[in-house]
């Protein structure tokens, strides 16, 4: 006796129909236009958006500029970890350290910081970007306004200290240009 064969599977015509599709994407209300002109492909992209609106127009140079100042931050709070009288030394031009706790909750309130720059560098989010980029301006604010101050006590004024305060002006300003820069309506094209 010989085993009785199945049946043969029966392949699903309206799959391949076109105007079975077309009917079925009309009932799910996808395929025409919205309200602002576009096209969605599937319920899901029609109910989350488009990505397209949300993509940050980056203005040049701002990946450039988010992986130096995270390269700096991080190698500024290794120095002041690892080697505190150095760093003092190389800032205060020769002038003695009373004690090395200070730098090293220093280094590591800037590798905290470093932390915080090297995820931003690899987000696409608006917010989180400014948010870095904010955090950076104020951080160098507040450095060039704290050394002013100390070399206003101190006296002291060397080509060293002259440098940091001028780098951390342009730093400000730089950060401050790309969290306008980033923060800003895109054209309409």
Same mark, same amino acid.
């Given at each position: 006796?010989?085993?009785?064969?199945?049946?043969?599977?029966?392949?699903?015509?309206?799959?391949?129909?076109?105007?079975?599709?077309?009917?079925?994407?009309?009932?799910?209300?996808?395929?025409?236009?919205?309200?602002?002109?576009?096209?969605?492909?599937?319920?899901?992209?029609?109910?989350?958006g488009?990505?397209?609106?949300?993509?940050?127009?980056?203005?040049?140079?701002?990946?450039?500029?988010?992986?130096?100042?995270?390269?700096?931050f991080?190698?500024?709070?290794?120095?002041a970890?690892?080697?505190?009288?150095? &760093?003092?030394? =190389?800032?205060f031009? #020769?002038? $003695?350290?009373?004690?090395? %706790?200070?730098?090293?909750?220093?280094? /590591?309130?800037?590798?905290?910081?470093?932390?915080?720059?090297?995820?931003?560098?690899?987000?696409?989010?608006?917010?989180?970007?400014?948010?870095?980029? &904010?955090?950076? =301006?104020?951080?160098? #604010?507040? $450095?060039?306004?704290?050394? %002013?101050?100390?070399?206003?006590?101190? /006296?002291?004024?060397?080509?060293?200290?002259?440098?940091?305060?001028?780098?951390?002006l342009?730093?400000?300003?730089?950060?401050?240009?790309?969290?306008?820069?980033?923060?800003?309506?895109?054209?309409?094209?």
């Open positions: 006796m010989a085993a009785k064969q199945p049946p043969p599977l029966m392949k699903k015509h309206s799959q391949t129909d076109l105007v079975s599709r077309l009917k079925t994407r009309k009932i799910l209300g996808v395929g025409g236009e919205d309200d602002d002109g576009e096209v969605h492909r599937s319920k899901i992209s029609q109910v989350l488009n990505e397209i609106k949300f993509a940050v127009r980056e203005p040049l140079g701002l990946r450039v500029w988010q992986f130096v100042s995270a390269v700096l991080s190698g500024i709070a290794i120095m970890l690892a080697f505190p009288d150095q &760093l003092y030394d =190389a800032v031009d #020769g002038a $003695q350290v009373t004690s090395k %706790t200070p730098i090293r909750l220093y280094g /590591g309130a800037i590798l905290s910081i470093s932390l915080i720059m090297w995820n931003a560098l690899y987000t696409a989010e608006k917010v989180i970007i400014r948010w870095t980029l &904010l955090t950076e =301006a104020c951080y160098f #604010g507040v $450095q060039f306004l704290v050394v %002013t101050a100390t070399l206003a006590e101190t /006296g002291l004024m060397t080509l060293g200290i002259l440098l940091l305060l001028a780098s951390r342009l730093f400000v300003v730089i950060s401050v240009y790309y969290y306008y820069q980033v923060g800003r309506k895109p054209k309409k094209v």
